[in-house]
């Protein structure tokens, strides 16, 4: 189960931070991921992270203002937001996969509920 949380109404250039907290599976086996899903659009990928953590990647709209994490002691995923942009809302979706390098929702077997973030101008 994953269980994302932080998501609400921030201002433009804000900073907030997503949470993902997981249970009922050996979260430092899966690779681990954030994407999105606008209104009316499809769920796109925003960054994903290894196992241990040495190793990310990120959609080009994010690169360099938000940054993936995770803590396997406490079972969680972070991602810092920066500088956000009115089209950064959307529902945030954290999910996990087996295997590390995907970026399509369906190289992902596990998806937390979302959590929506919404940027005001």
């Known amino acids: 189960q994953l269980q994302a949380s932080g998501g609400g109404l921030v201002q433009a250039g804000g900073s907030p931070r997503l949470s993902c907290a997981a249970s009922g599976f050996t979260f430092s086996s899966y690779s681990m991921g954030w994407f999105r899903q606008a209104p009316g659009k499809e769920r796109e990928f925003v960054a994903a992270?290894?196992?241990?953590?040495?190793?990310?990647y990120y959609a080009d709209s994010v690169k360099g203002r938000f940054t993936i994490s995770r803590d396997n002691a406490k079972n969680t995923m972070y991602l810092q937001m920066n500088n956000l942009k009115s089209e950064d809302t959307a529902v945030y979706y954290c999910?996990?996969?087996?295997?590390?390098?995907?970026?399509?929702?369906?190289?992902?077997?596990?998806w937390g509920q979302g959590t929506l973030v919404t940027v005001s101008s």
């Open positions: 999910a996990a996969q087996r295997y590390y390098g995907g970026r399509n929702p369906s190289d992902f077997a596990y």
């Open positions: 992270i290894s196992r241990y953590g040495q190793t990310t």
